[in-house]
């Protein structure tokens, strides 16, 4: 499974990565290492970063773990979107953590 995600990944394909991502029986591919990759990809022109199509992916399928959600939440919050947060929230679409919490205090 590692080495077809590997695959996806290096030909752009962040939405297979992801959907494979989602759906691994143990959530090992789900860790900071994999969101660290994808942000390193390149942003391919008039598409979306591919962090935010790996979370889009994601959050269609279901709940973000605590690493993911401190990670979404870091650019969202910076771009002073915290609604988007709340709504996430109460969809349970987020794991919450003292982390996140310490995130959001920041801004509010």
């Known amino acids: ?6 695959r996806f990944l290096a030909s752009g394909d962040v939405k297979s990565a992801a959907k ?11 860790s900071l290492d994999t969101v660290n990759k994808i942000k390193s990809l390149p942003q ?18 279901g709940k973000l773990n605590k690493v993911e959600s401190i990670e979404l939440a870091r650019p969202v919050l910076q771009q002073g979107k915290k609604v988007y947060l709340e709504t996430w929230l109460k969809e349970d679409k987020l794991e919450c953590s003292e982390e996140l919490g310490d995130l ?4 509010d």
């Open 1 to 6: 499974m590692g080495q077809q995600f590997a």
């Open 20 to 30: 494979m991502a989602g759906s691994s029986p143990t959530g090992n591919l789900r």
């Open 44 to 61: 391919q022109p008039g598409q979306p970063h591919p962090l935010l199509a790996y979370f889009q992916t994601l959050l269609e399928m």
């Open 104 to 107: 959001v205090k920041e801004v």
